[in-house]
């Protein structure tokens, strides 16, 4: 069965109008069709094979269950926990769209990798302590019997986090929270801590949160990796492309208030092949938006946020792409291989890189700085003016610090409360999300993938309940906050 392409423009590049005609006519172009036409008889005479089929093998498939927009670790991992719960092998065909196969501008790449449980909200927590999980036996998870095992070169050294005197009540009420949920976390004193890490400078710090077990970083491209290798061998499709409309059904209801709503499902996408000006419609039966910073334009193509100001039609998805520098420095006198990862009371932060007295690190921009995201480019006078100031005066050593080199990534920001957006949209009921995580999506990849999956295959989430992070709550005004994000 030749499969269905529709081109952009049907029509243009086989009838044009030549020079001298009358107006109105066509006449075949004939340039570099003659040679062609010539082959194809050719191809077709006794004793020659015939290959008048055109090449599909780019094209995804005609029909899939799920489609997936997003080939970052949040929808991979949304795919493998598809295959992994499904009732039985090959049930569930699942599609994988995803614009940029270099991963160059992914925010899985350009991560420094990092994973903690020091967050305000037993959510978050949890999901990091099931990552941590997931992480500490990837060859049980992720292992393919044709491919070596897995190095994620996890680094166990912690995260440690700085208060002021005025947030150190809020970093006490943190701790309690993450030790009710199992975490292990410890506060210290500003003589604990110069007792433990001589290099630190305590001036200005009140109180001390110090991950002691499931905290560090690892190598975040292996993970991506890891995952693409094994959702492939458990029959996932790959498509390069981009998703550029969907068709959908709608269907008008009252609810309980009498208030007329519009449901939608979507049956169609159709995704737009790389380098060319045609597309490939996939029929499905359910799309989960893992876009990352580009989601909000996903979900505005299935007409999300397209309704009344003040409704629940009208409300968007509110993320949105922020650019975030990593810089890298040298620093021979720096703290040393035990350092963990320290975020200051100013908002920098630092690590370690490597063996050889090499660190990374930076600051979130406050709103006034926000850089302009339209490309990666990095502004070195941010770190000079904004963060190494306050690294110097945490670190002394960094004083002589020498930068080595530097790039920028991007945050998929939840502008509404910094917190991820998982499950259902409640109009386009066949649209689930994973997205909006502001920083922390890739460390809770593995949690938020079997959530959706839970979701979509059981009705409800089962492993862990992240109702809180539904998008019902951006049209009820009901912030989820999480208070500690880097």
């Given at each position: 069965?030749?499969?269905?392409?529709?081109?952009?423009?049907?029509?243009?590049?086989?009838?044009?109008?030549?020079?001298?005609?009358?107006?109105?006519?066509?006449?075949?172009?004939?340039?570099?069709?003659?040679?062609?036409?010539?082959?194809?008889?050719k191809?077709?005479?006794?004793?020659?094979?015939?290959?008048?089929?055109?090449?599909?093998?780019?094209?995804?498939?005609e029909?899939?269950?799920?489609?997936?927009?997003?080939?970052?670790?949040l929808?991979?991992?949304?795919?493998?926990?598809?295959?992994?719960?499904?009732?039985?092998?090959?049930?569930?065909?699942?599609?994988?769209?995803?614009?940029?196969?270099?991963?160059?501008?992914?925010?899985?790449?350009?991560?420094?990798?990092?994973?903690?449980?020091?967050?305000?909200?037993?959510?978050?927590?949890?999901?990091?302590?099931?990552?941590?999980?997931?992480?500490?036996?990837?060859?049980?998870?992720?292992?393919?019997?044709?491919?070596?095992?897995?190095?994620?070169?996890?680094?166990?050294?912690?995260y440690?986090?700085?208060?002021?005197?005025?947030?150190?009540?809020?970093?006490?009420?943190?701790?309690?929270?993450?030790?009710?949920?199992?975490?292990?976390?410890?506060?210290?004193s500003?003589?604990?801590?110069?007792?433990?890490?001589?290099?630190?400078?305590?001036?200005?710090?009140?109180?001390?949160?110090?991950?002691?077990?499931?905290?560090?970083?690892?190598?975040?491209?292996?993970?991506?990796?890891?995952?693409?290798?094994?959702?492939?061998?458990?029959?996932?499709?790959?498509?390069?492309?981009?998703?550029?409309?969907?068709?959908?059904?709608?269907?008008?209801?009252?609810?309980?208030?009498?208030?007329?709503?519009?449901?939608?499902?979507?049956?169609?996408v159709?995704?737009?092949?790389?380098?060319?000006?045609?597309?490939?419609?996939?029929?499905?039966?359910?799309?989960?938006?893992?876009?990352?910073?580009?989601?909000?334009?996903?979900?505005?193509?299935?007409?999300?946020?397209?309704?009344?100001?003040?409704?629940?039609?009208?409300?968007?998805?509110?993320?949105?792409?922020r650019?975030?520098?990593?810089?890298?420095?040298?620093?021979?006198?720096?703290?040393?291989?035990?350092?963990?990862?320290?975020?200051?009371?100013?908002?920098?932060?630092?690590?370690?890189?490597?063996l050889?007295?090499?660190?990374?690190?930076g600051?979130?921009?406050?709103?006034?700085?926000?850089?302009?995201?339209?490309?990666?480019?990095?502004?070195?006078?941010?770190?000079?003016e904004?963060?190494?100031?306050?690294?110097?005066?945490?670190?002394?050593?960094?004083?002589t610090?020498?930068?080595?080199?530097a790039?920028?990534?991007?945050?998929?920001?939840?502008?509404?409360?910094?917190?991820?957006?998982?499950?259902?949209?409640?109009?386009?009921?066949?649209?689930?999300?994973?997205?909006?995580?502001?920083?922390?999506?890739?460390?809770?990849?593995?949690?938020?993938g079997?959530?959706?999956?839970?979701?979509?295959?059981?009705g409800?989430?089962?492993?862990?309940?992240?109702?809180?992070?539904?998008?019902?709550?951006?049209?009820?005004?009901?912030?989820?906050?999480?208070?500690?994000?880097?």
């Open positions: 069965m030749i499969r269905r392409v529709l081109p952009h423009g049907l029509g243009r590049g086989l009838l044009t109008r030549r020079p001298g005609t009358r107006r109105g006519g066509f006449s075949l172009d004939w340039d570099g069709k003659v040679s062609e036409i010539k082959k194809k008889i191809s077709i005479l006794p004793g020659t094979s015939c290959d008048l089929l055109p090449d599909t093998s780019h094209l995804p498939p029909h899939s269950d799920v489609v997936i927009v997003g080939g970052g670790v929808g991979l991992s949304v795919a493998y926990w598809l295959k992994k719960l499904e009732s039985r092998r090959g049930g569930i065909r699942v599609l994988v769209v995803e614009q940029d196969y270099t991963y160059s501008q992914a925010s899985t790449g350009l991560s420094v990798g990092g994973i903690c449980q020091q967050f305000s909200l037993p959510e978050n927590i949890q999901l990091s302590l099931f990552s941590a999980s997931f992480l500490r036996n990837i060859n049980e998870y992720l292992a393919v019997t044709s491919a070596p095992p897995l190095d994620l070169r996890f680094n166990p050294s912690g440690l986090l700085l208060a002021s005197e005025k947030d150190a009540a809020a970093m006490e009420s943190n701790v309690k929270v993450q030790k009710q949920e199992g975490a292990k976390v410890c506060l210290m500003p003589d604990q801590l110069r007792n433990k890490f001589p290099w630190i400078n305590t001036e200005g710090v009140a109180l001390a949160s110090y991950g002691m077990e499931n905290e560090g970083w690892f190598d975040p491209w292996c993970l991506l990796q890891g995952l693409r290798q094994k959702v492939e061998s458990m029959g996932v499709f790959f498509c390069q492309g981009e998703v550029t409309r969907f068709v959908s059904s709608s269907q008008r209801m009252l609810t309980t208030d009498d208030e007329m709503v519009i449901l939608k499902r979507i049956h169609e159709h995704v737009k092949m790389d380098h060319s000006l045609e597309y490939q419609p996939v029929e499905c039966a359910i799309v989960i938006n893992a876009a990352g910073a580009w989601s909000a334009q996903i979900a505005a193509l299935a007409g999300i946020g397209k309704g009344p100001p003040g409704t629940l039609q009208g409300t968007k998805l509110p993320v949105e792409p650019k975030r520098y990593v810089y890298v420095w040298h620093c021979p006198q720096g703290p040393g291989l035990e350092t963990p990862l320290v975020a200051d009371t100013s908002g920098a932060y630092f690590r370690r890189e490597g050889g007295s090499n660190y990374l690190g600051r979130s921009p406050t709103e006034e700085e926000e850089p302009d995201p339209a490309n990666l480019e990095v502004d070195h006078d941010f770190f000079q904004k963060v190494w100031p306050h690294l110097a005066l945490r670190v002394p050593a960094f004083e610090l020498k930068v080595q080199t790039w920028a990534g991007y945050y998929d920001y939840n502008t509404f409360d910094q917190n991820g957006v998982v499950g259902p949209h409640p109009l386009v009921v066949n649209m689930y999300f994973a997205t909006g995580f502001s920083g922390h999506g890739l460390q809770q990849a593995p949690g938020v079997r959530a959706v999956a839970e979701m979509i295959l059981e409800s989430f089962q492993t862990i309940d992240l109702s809180p992070f539904l998008f019902n709550r951006f049209y009820l005004g009901e912030k989820t906050q999480e208070n500690n994000i880097m």
